[in-house]
């Protein structure tokens, strides 16, 4: 069995028809915040929800075997889970992270660095001098997003992981853009997977969560205790939802990411389109690395639009089966406008050096047809002006 049938495997079977109660097939739902002592300091294998709770554990086992990790935290959104990774830094720690990563992880880092609670650098890490710089200062954590967004930039995982080790650093990789379908960033080398589940894993856009998934044991223990102390963790329904969600994730991403190559292809050949940034084609910086670190190029890609504002507002009205709209990874296809939605937190100056222009949009493509979706592209660029 390959290893991706494997794990298509486990993101269907695992924990199915496991009850003992009833014999049910689907794992039930638990919502019991507080579960019954068999004696006096005789407790069962769970004893008070925010700690653990059989629904979200059965998540987190599964999103862990998914990951290859030694396990999982699942907590209540992908900020909760990229603030549980910078919980593990110290005041006098640095941090590098990608001057172009998603508008909210960069506003978290920079307010998190501007109170003291730990020293952090944002970086291209696609810039060799730069790179060089960084890890010359001794940082004790990496934060890597590969394919970045909303630019799809791609990074050597394995690379970074072994300069990374060189220099006593933990990597921390966010997985969100590909899941664990199409990169396993610990196979290449991470500490820790982060993902926003609320995208391709829960991947029907009624569920905000989070997990990270650690390579070591200890790492594991001691990011699910500080979950525990600082009340982080998910709530069961949405941990139902969630595994829900991940049992049709290979089928799911597989067809998207094949509608996405279609749309590339078209949007690369249209007069009014610019630059397309889809790491599946060829003409991609990032094409050679992620043919080989991912199993596939994955549904997500952004274009920038010619004609200037006029021609934007005209695209962004005028798409009917692309919804106007936050968040991606869905089985509904979404276009958002970076500079005004996803990345306005960054400010306009973060937003220029990361080369997020106003020009720029971004599409999650789903599992609509692919050519209704190309029929709505194509009308909405030509109502553009
Ligand atoms: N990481 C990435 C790459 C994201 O795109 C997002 C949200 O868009 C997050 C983290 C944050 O996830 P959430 O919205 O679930 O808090």
């Known amino acids: 069995m390959t290893q991706s049938r494997a794990r298509q495997t486990v993101a269907v079977a695992n924990g199915i028809a496991s009850d003992v109660a009833f014999g049910a097939v689907t794992p039930p739902l638990v919502l019991s915040t507080t579960f019954a002592f068999e004696g006096f300091e005789r407790p069962r294998a769970f004893d008070y929800t925010r700690l653990g709770n059989p629904s979200r554990n059965l998540l987190a086992d599964t999103i862990a075997k998914l990951e290859g990790g030694a396990g999982a935290v699942v907590v209540a959104s992908g900020m909760a889970a990229v603030d549980l990774v910078l919980s593990t830094l110290g005041r006098d720690d640095l ?94 080398g991470a500490d820790f997977v982060i993902h926003s589940t609320t995208k391709y894993l829960n991947g029907h856009s009624d569920v905000v969560g989070g997990a990270v998934v650690t390579a070591a044991r200890s790492d594991l223990d001691a990011l699910a205790s500080w979950a525990n102390t600082a009340g982080l963790t998910g709530a069961p329904f949405d941990a139902y939802l969630t595994l829900r969600g991940i049992r049709t994730l290979f089928p799911r991403i597989e067809a998207q990411q094949r509608s ?52 934007a507002r005209g695209f962004a009205n005028a798409v009917r089966l692309f919804t106007l709209a936050e968040s991606l990874g869905g089985i509904e296809s979404l276009v958002a406008h970076p500079a005004t939605m996803t990345h306005a937190a960054m400010g306009a100056e973060a937003r220029k050096r990361a080369g997020i222009g106003d020009d720029l949009f971004r599409l999650s493509v789903g599992l609509e047809a692919s050519d209704d979706l190309l029929a709505d592209l194509d009308q909405a660029l030509a109502a553009a002006g």
């Open 95 to 188: 941090l590098i992270a990608p001057h172009d990563c998603y508008g909210g992880t960069y506003r978290l880092i920079a307010a998190r660095r501007d109170k003291g609670h730990f020293r952090a650098a944002f970086v291209d890490q696609g810039d060799e001098s730069a790179l060089e710089e960084a890890f010359a200062q001794k940082p004790a954590l990496v934060l890597v997003e590969t394919p970045s967004n909303p630019l799809m930039r791609i990074v050597d995982v394995a690379a970074l992981c072994t300069r990374a080790k060189a220099a006593g650093a933990q990597v921390a990789a966010d997985n969100t853009f590909l899941s664990p379908a199409l990169q396993q960033p610990i196979a290449l």
């Open 260 to 311: 996405a190559q279609r749309i590339a292809e078209y949007l690369h050949d249209h007069s009014k389109v610019g630059t397309v940034y889809y790491p599946g084609l060829p003409t991609h910086p990032g094409h050679a690395v992620a043919a080989v670190q991912q199993a596939g190029f994955g549904a997500m890609l952004s274009f920038t639009l010619k004609g200037g504002p006029e021609a």
